[in-house]
C-alpha cells in the first residue's frame, strides 16, 4: 500500500481499514504461532500498512485540534 492510495481517503475509511489491518495480522500470527504461516514477510508489510494508515490518521486530526 503507498501512502498516495491513503491520501484521498477520509478519516473514517482509514480507520475501517485500519481495523482491517489489524484483524489480518493477528490472524497471521495465529497461523505463525501454529506453525502454519506460508509468508512470514507479510507480518512485516502489514506492520508498516498499519503504520501508515495510523500515521494518516494522526495527520488529518491534528489541524482540527
Known amino acids: 500500500m503507498k501512502s498516495l492510495e491513503?491520501?484521498?481517503l477520509t478519516t473514517v475509511e482509514l480507520t475501517v481499514k485500519s481495523r482491517d489491518l489489524r484483524?489480518?495480522?493477528?490472524?497471521l500470527r495465529l497461523q505463525?504461532?501454529?506453525?502454519?504461516l506460508e509468508k512470514p514477510a507479510r507480518l512485516?508489510?502489514?506492520r508498516r500498512d498499519?503504520?501508515?494508515?495510523?500515521t494518516r490518521i494522526s495527520?488529518?486530526?491534528?489541524?482540527?485540534a
Open 23 to 27: 484483524r489480518e495480522l493477528f490472524n
Open 6 to 8: 491513503l491520501k484521498d
Open 50 to 54: 498499519i503504520a501508515r494508515v495510523e
Open 59 to 64: 495527520q488529518l486530526r491534528k489541524p482540527a
Open 32 to 36: 505463525q504461532a501454529s506453525a502454519q
Open 44 to 46: 512485516r508489510l502489514l
